[in-house]
């Protein structure tokens, strides 16, 4: 099964109950970020570039249920930074399930065998190990030899334990097609409950900014590495609604849905989406009352959004259109394929 049955039902119970409401922006997954240290300075990311008095600071887990209560996702994503370097990551984890929130705690792997220990399995939390390619690229890309081998140590000791496991890959310019297909094929092969791929977004504050695709080139690159799904050939268990994998071939356009994706960090609700930094709210009600949303997007015309097809921003959108009749066929094969 590519997406859990349970999560999948609830989600879209929440999307009809949102349609029937009048609702037009409401958030389908919270970002939270309860830190930005990290143990790692991987050079696609921008998050351990700021202040030192920034990267001291951790989120209580008061203040990660208060965020998650006011936004109302039913799905938390808890990247960071490293989120198993917070002292109390089990507190809010399992606060979080407690509540019904299906989590997906993201983690580069180094910290995650020692640490199982402090959580128990269940079908509402999902460890998300960052991979970006087999040994030699994922510990280019992670800047640090022996990464990958850590990672999958990680995952075999997890699925052993009982936990579900999920992978999350980014892909940069410089991937090529064949080597990220023989990637997928060794991720097949590990048991996990998903994987999770998307392109590159530049990050102003990421270490290198060559890394990133534009729109045209990820289209082409992921028509390439997903033709064998597409085809039927392969059958990658992707995490994915199938309509954001189309997106990213090209066969379909949408918009953005910035608000789909909000983020919430030590410096407040980040403005306008986890991508961008312009600034942070107070409260989730003035990042939706006020920010301009009609600056961002693709038809916005804003630069910094011209090549973004970031899951965060168009997983939303596409979970919203396979609501639709049309789509509904697609939506149950992300289930059952």
């Not at 409401?21 to 050079?43: D, H, I, Q, T």
Request: net charge neutral; with cysteine.
């Amino acid at each position: 099964m590519a997406v859990q049955l349970q999560q999948a039902l609830t989600v879209g119970k929440y999307l009809v109950t949102q349609k029937l409401l009048g609702r037009k922006k409401f958030p389908l997954v919270l970002m939270l970020e309860p830190l930005f240290r990290c143990n790692l300075a991987c050079s696609g990311c921008g998050k351990i570039q700021h202040p030192t008095e920034i990267l001291k600071q951790n989120l209580s887990p008061e203040a990660c249920f208060a965020a998650v209560e006011e936004c109302g996702a039913p799905v938390v994503s808890i990247p960071g930074g490293e989120p198993l370097l917070h002292p109390q990551i089990d507190q809010i984890v399992q606060g979080l399930v407690d509540r019904k929130k299906f989590v997906y705690l993201c983690t580069n792997g180094l910290l995650l065998e020692k640490s199982l220990s402090k959580f128990t399995p269940s079908p509402y939390l999902t460890f998300s190990i960052h991979l970006d390619g087999l040994k030699e690229q994922h510990d280019k890309c992670v800047d640090r030899d022996g990464v990958f081998e850590k990672a999958i140590a990680a995952i075999k000791a997890a699925k052993q334990k009982g936990f579900r496991v999920t992978t999350n890959t980014t892909v940069f310019a410089d991937a090529n097609p064949q080597q990220v297909q023989e990637f997928l094929n060794f991720l097949s092969d590990l048991n996990l409950d998903g994987m999770m791929i998307s392109p590159g977004y530049s990050y102003e504050w990421a270490p290198n900014q060559e890394e990133f695709l534009q729109r045209e080139q990820t289209k082409a690159l992921f028509r390439e590495i997903l033709s064998p799904w597409k085809s039927g050939k392969k059958k990658w268990n992707f995490n994915h609604n199938p309509l954001f994998l189309e997106f990213l071939m090209g066969e379909t356009d949408y918009e953005c849905t910035p608000w789909g994706s909000p983020s919430y960090s030590v410096l407040g609700w980040q403005k306008p989406c986890y991508l961008l930094n312009e600034g942070y709210y107070q409260t989730y009600q003035e990042l939706i009352d006020k920010t301009d949303w009609h600056n961002y997007g693709k038809a916005s015309g804003n630069p910094k959004c011209a090549d973004c097809m970031v899951h965060c921003g168009y997983e939303p959108t596409a979970a919203t259109a396979a609501m639709e009749p049309n789509n509904m066929g697609k939506a149950l094969s992300s289930l059952f394929g």
